[in-house]
């Protein structure tokens, strides 16, 4: 076993080594990245050909923002498979960490069921009913609050993807699907963007990012809510109220249609409980894929036997955001040597401000991995880099592991041609801004 990682470590640093394949590597993710913004015009494009015919397909696969970093994964590992032959390239395969791909797949169709939204749509519910009376404030507004408050710091416990899977269904629900108004739309997906991604710095094993870092560092759970996690509350429930008042008008003109839900069938207790079981089953065993698929199967066999009571697995959706993360994962393993520089070069505030910049055209969880292979990193530099990668997981599609969940999820409710990325940015970045303060200054 200790020889094979060994040999593993030997392989990897080749590759690395190798010029041609890390500038082959990093052109091609900056391709992907910029293929990111550009699928708007490609699927505006599509719409100019006949209906079924195939540039029609080939461009609106191509438009598809899930597709797009698992397209370029595919060129990068045709390339690789040219260049070092296939069983080289399946060897690379081989040594990339695939566990969080099947992981929020495996957890977005298990927690986007109806048995599970029912039970969050009721505890929401019920709180926002509490929360609303003590405070004087009005139902729809409060729910709003608790959906991103509640919703967004229980990512700590229940882990970031189910977190945002929950969260993005309800919003959709309630908000999106009822709203015409898109700056409200905007901001509301950059709020949930972001306050998902500080939202599970309450504890070390939820967020991607500092799970990351967590062992190698010696970060534990009390060390990251005394430093992280109280100034994430802060930045959470301030940013929420503040959009909630600016926003009150148009909440409140949405109709929850609150009699119409009381109406709906509810699934029993007992269905809940078991999907629950399988919920928490594959939180607890998340870094085991072994384990994983033999679960999920189980778990469509239950799905089979108990259809009534279910609504259709969003498979599709799922395997989409699966495919993004796993080009995300394929692509970023050939980063280092041009991102380990940039991290040696910085002092603890630009490598504050620099993080947060990087996260916004990488994946954040990378970028902190790189920082755990810096040696003597000192700890106000382990804290910026950290801080800075979690206050800029909402800037874009790929800075924070789950935003593909919330993305494949709303997508839709904006407009023909989908989340605009320059629109999304824009909606983030006060609450980007915000977050930073209250990390850095608090």
Known sequence: ????????????????????????????????????????????????????????????????????FGFWAFIFIAFLSIVLGMSSTISFLNQLDFKETVFVFTIMCMSATKPVMNLADRGITYISIFFGKIFFINQKIA????????????????????????????????????SNNLKFKYSMLGLLFVNISIGGTLTHFAAPPVLIVASTWKWDAAFMFTNFGWKSMVAVIVSTIVTAFIYRNEIKKLDKKQAQLEEKEKSPYWIILVNIFFLVLCIIYHKYISFLVPLFLLYIGWYEVTKEYQEPLKIRESLLVGFFLGGLVTLGALQQWWLVPIVNMLEPVSMFIGATALTAVTDNAALTYLGTLVPNLSDAMKFSLVAGAVAGGGLTVIANAPNPIGYGILNKTLGEDGISPLKLFLGSLPYTIFAILCLYFL
């Open 143 to 178: 729910f709003f609050c608790c959906i991103l408050i509640f919703g967004s710091l229980s990512g700590s416990f229940i882990t970031e993807p189910v977190a945002m899977t929950v969260c993005a269904m309800l919003l959709y629900e309630h908000f999106f699907s009822k």
């Open 1 to 68: 076993m200790a020889t094979n990682c060994s040999d593993n470590l030997v392989f990897m640093n080749d590759l690395l080594q190798n010029k041609t394949i890390t500038y082959t590597a990093s052109l091609i993710f900056a391709s992907a990245v910029i293929h990111t913004f550009c699928t708007s015009k490609i699927n505006a494009l599509s719409h100019k050909f006949k209906k079924g015919s195939m540039p029609e397909k080939l461009l609106h696969f191509l438009g598809e923002v899930e597709v797009v």
